[in-house]
């Protein structure tokens, strides 16, 4: 199972795809360290927010999930770049992932701060300098930025990084209903130029990211998502405020439901396994959106591994060979899960 703790709305940055910082949490009430010793082990915990940096106590969560979790990384803007490194002293084994939406002009365009890409990657820079390893950029595609998210492909390879990639969502989280890919052709042009070159890499792990992708290209079309999404079953979210969610995707004009709230529970295990919770995994088994995110793709993409395993042999081969890798026919694989699930043109 994996986790994701979003421990504040608070965020520096002005994004345009996101306005989780016009909507900050109370610092007061927001999750404590306490609160999280309540939480189970898992394999995978992403620390994420608003901006999880913001938060002067997250080395005492931090400390608290690492005996819970088997691996631990922070999404940052980068922008606290001091405290970053600080953290990355106590913790040795933390993973980083720098949100950086494009070349120095583009991604403070669309941070909405001056200096931002100069501060994200001066905080790459250093963290690989300490010697950290699990480290690497992230970028949300959008309108704006889908040509530059293959320069800063290239920069991570040079420079020995991570680089994950999201595609603009629409969800309570980001506060935001209208992020929606227009220029569709150039964007997806530019997701198939990434696998390609994903593929032409030694690196299994990139070609499992080029089978991500292919995900994103799925998405933006507005296809059935390719694998289920068990999100409230493979993995879950604890909000800035104790509440436990399947997933940070939740639109309130379809659905919105917590299982409750970590505080009021004696422990995880009475909320993960209610009658409450049964009927929250009811809604996720028929959710006709068809959000393709890390956090809910990557474990069905682990569970039901024999599905990527064929398209990456496949379509490997086809790279080695010179061939052209296919985008138009992208599968779907059916593992039981209710058709309506992801089948957004179905309630429109």
């Known amino acids: 199972m994996e986790a994701s703790i979003i421990t504040t709305y608070r965020c520096p ?31 995978v915990t992403n620390i994420t927010g608003g901006e999880p940096l913001i938060r002067e106590d997250l080395a ?65 820079l250093g963290l690989r300098e300490m010697g950290r390893k699990d480290v690497g950029f992230g970028i949300t595609v959008s309108n704006n930025n889908s040509k530059d998210m293959l320069w800063l492909y290239e920069l991570s390879k040079q420079l020995g990084m991570e680089f ?11 506060h935001k209903d209208d992020n929606v890919i227009t220029n569709k052709d150039e964007v997806i042009g530019n997701f198939k130029e990434l696998i390609e070159r994903l593929l032409k890499e030694k ?39 104790g ?3 399947p997933c940070n995707g939740m639109e309130k004009k379809y659905w ?6 970590i505080r009021e529970a004696d ?28 956090g809910s793709a990557s474990p069905v993409m682990k569970k039901y591994i024999k599905h990527p395993v064929k398209w990456v042999v496949t379509n490997k081969i086809k790279s080695m060979s010179g061939k052209d890798i296919d985008i138009d026919s992208i599968p779907y694989y ?15």
């Not at 919105?256 to 709230?261: A, H, T, V």
């Not at 059916?334 to 429109?348: E, H, M, N, S």
């Open 13 to 43: 940055m002005r994004c345009k795809m996101c306005d989780i910082g016009q909507n900050p949490t109370d610092p007061e009430k927001e999750i404590t360290a306490r609160d999280l010793d309540k939480m189970p082990q898992v394999n």
């Open 60 to 124: 005492e969560l931090v400390e608290v999930i690492f005996k819970k979790s088997k691996r631990v990384c922070i999404s940052t803007s980068g922008f606290y770049t001091d405290r970053v490194f600080a953290l990355a002293e106590k913790f040795p084994d933390l993973g980083f992932r720098v949100s950086i939406e494009g070349l120095s002009q583009k991604n403070d365009e669309l941070r909405g701060r001056e200096g931002g890409f100069d501060k994200g990657l001066r905080t790459l």
């Open 164 to 174: 994950a990639t999201a595609a603009f969502h629409n969800s309570f989280y980001f």
């Open 243 to 245: 509440e436990v969610l």
């Open 267 to 294: 422990s995880f295990e009475e909320l993960w396994n209610s009658s409450k919770a049964k009927k929250v995994r009811e809604l996720v088994a028929k959710c006709p959106k068809n959000c393709w995110m890390i």
């Open 334 to 348: 059916d593992v039981g899960q209710d058709p309506r699930q992801g089948d957004l043109k179905g309630v429109l």
């Open 256 to 261: 919105f439901k917590s299982f409750g709230n």
């Open 203 to 241: 690196k299994p792990k990139s070609w499992f990211r080029a089978f991500f992708n292919l995900g994103l290209i799925n998405y933006i079309r507005g296809g059935r998502r390719m694998l289920p999404c068990e999100a409230g079953t493979e993995n879950f979210f604890f909000d800035p405020y």
